[in-house]
């Protein structure tokens, strides 16, 4: 097929830019709560017996479906894992989202559960071991401990440095992934979990 102006505006006139190579893309409820007159988060557990990330903690949400957008995703997600209907989320808005180095987006989707919403919550026991409210306050008041390792490029014997004009010294850049760990009543919030967290507390101060 050959590229003409009708075909690139075609293309790219009405497109919504995203991440250039994105294979994937996720959503995650953050589900805020009021308890006792203060803002908790909801978490899950995944189920031990799930192939992806056992055990570990986390916010409802999964992969986008074609056509569906972040917030869609999210409560759909959430209706699934927890039985939670869409219509007891109030929406507050989207957070930045994270590029994973594995090549997809998650974003997450901030959501205020009403009080009759508590009252249906049945976590699927497919996909949810347990679930859990930690405050906000907690975040506030307790630095998390924060780790991090080095994404170190590897470079093919024979790439053809002639060919793009650098020399075999060129100094290929690296990254860094940063991972934050709260540990609060025996549970551990880490990764892009706690990511999403910290983003969340460090916005509010």
């Not at 899950?44 to 056509?67: D, I, M, N, T, Y």
């Not at 049945?122 to 998390?144: G, K, M, Y």
């Not at 025996?186 to 979990?193: E, F, K, L, P, R």
């Amino acid at each position: 097929m050959t590229i003409t102006l009708e075909t690139l505006k075609a293309n790219w006139g009405g497109h919504i830019p995203g991440l250039m190579g994105a294979r994937h893309n996720y959503a995650v409820l953050c589900p805020l709560l009021e308890r006792e007159g203060e803002l908790h988060l909801l978490f899950e557990v995944r189920a031990k017996s799930l192939r992806s990330q056992p055990g570990e903690v986390c916010f409802p949400g999964g992969r986008r479906e074609p056509g569906e957008d972040a917030v869609r995703c999210a409560l759909r997600e959430t209706e699934e894992e927890l039985s939670l209907p869409a219509r007891c989320v109030e929406i507050l808005g989207l957070t930045d989202f994270i590029h994973n180095q594995a090549g997809f987006i998650l974003q997450p989707v901030l959501g205020r559960i009403d009080p009759a919403g508590l009252s249906l919550l049945r976590p699927s026991p497919d996909e949810v071991a347990e679930v859990f409210t930690v405050p906000l306050s907690f975040f506030q008041t307790h630095t998390p401990a924060v780790y991090s390792y080095e994404l170190t490029p590897e470079v093919p014997g024979d790439f053809p440095y002639e060919d793009v004009g650098i020399p075999e010294t060129y100094s290929w850049r690296s990254g860094q992934v940063v991972v934050p760990v709260w540990n609060y009543e025996g549970h551990a919030i880490w990764g892009m979990t706690a990511r999403i967290v910290r983003s969340l507390v460090e916005e509010n101060r």
